[in-house]
């Protein structure tokens, strides 16, 4: 007489457990990929905008030494987005890395750059090759302003 199986044997719920397991561990891993690529894709649009307003702002402005991104906002070249913050004549541009994103001096060109603290160098190469004359050292990304001499 033959045994009829009733209900599921342990190879078979061990088995469905490891494809959940190895499904999980792709989603993560994409989803991780994503994220960083969305991260990514924000700091370009910033590091754009912070430009654009550079360039707005020096049609009225002789002097680059004062530029910062406080005055980029102060004087509506740069929108004062969710990524600002800090009070009226304080603020501040927040990369998608939570760190400041300033306008320093430029070692390398005796002007002014956009400075941004990423996650990784790999992150910072990536973002680097997004711009002309832009570069990376320890995480630090430095994007060159504008092309004049006037600073």
Do not use: H
């Not at 209900?7 to 993560?28: D, K, R, Y």
């Not at 304080?90 to 005796?110: N, Q, R, Y």
């Amino acid at each position: 007489m033959k045994r009829r199986q009733l209900g599921i044997s342990l190879l078979e719920v061990m088995l469905s457990l490891s494809i959940i397991a190895v499904v999980l561990v792709m989603a993560t891993k994409y989803f991780f990929m994503a994220s960083d690529s969305e991260r990514v894709n924000q700091a370009r649009a910033q590091i754009a905008s912070v430009m654009a307003a550079a360039t707005g702002w020096e049609t009225g402005n002789n002097d680059l030494n004062q530029l910062t991104i406080s005055s980029l906002v102060d004087e509506r070249y740069l929108a004062k987005t969710t990524d600002v913050t800090g009070g009226e004549g304080a603020e501040s541009l927040v990369s998608p890395w939570k760190t400041a994103v300033e306008i320093v001096g430029d070692p390398s060109s005796g002007g002014r750059a956009i400075s941004m603290v990423v996650a990784s160098n790999p992150t910072c190469l990536k973002l680097a090759g997004s711009f002309s004359n832009a570069s990376c050292s320890d995480n630090q990304l430095l994007v060159p302003l504008l092309n004049d001499n006037n600073a």
